[in-house]
Nanobody, 120 residues
Framework: VQLVESGGGLVQPGDSVRLSCAAS????????MGWFRQYPGKEREGVGA????????WYADSVKGRFTVWRDNDRNTLYLQMNSLKPEDTAMYYC???????????????WGQGTQVTVS
């Protein structure tokens, strides 16, 4: 599965950004799909995810109430709506997919190339 992210960029604090992740599969619903972010010199950390065959989302505590993740199964696309952005949200954001687990980076099989979000 290939994952292609889009939607990053430079924004100001308090702004909103929507990231998209298009998956090269007709069965995205059978994958756990999620978003990770990575700060320079740090490990990737989970931000939000949608479990396979479910629309129940998972969020990291640091983004609860500000970020929303959802999936359009007809388009095989995962989204991340980021509101009330803070400078500390500045990071490279990666889309991830796995048949089983996608909230722990050590278990993810497929990664996108990443998209930079800078809040300044």
């Amino acid at each position: 599965v290939q994952l292609v992210e889009s939607g990053g960029g430079l924004v100001q604090p308090g702004d909103s950004v929507r990231l998209s992740c298009a998956a090269s599969t007709h069965s995205a619903r059978t994958y756990c799909m999620g978003w990770f972010r990575q700060y320079p010199g740090k490990e990737r950390e989970g931000v939000g995810a949608i479990y396979k065959d479910s629309e129940i989302p998972w969020y990291a505590d640091s983004v609860k109430g500000r970020f929303t993740v959802w999936r359009d199964n007809d388009r095989n696309t995962l989204y991340l709506q980021m509101n009330s952005l803070k400078p500390e949200d500045t990071a490279m954001y990666y889309c991830a997919a796995d048949h089983r687990v996608c909230i722990n980076k050590d278990y993810v099989t497929y990664w996108g190339q990443g998209t930079q979000v800078t809040v300044s």
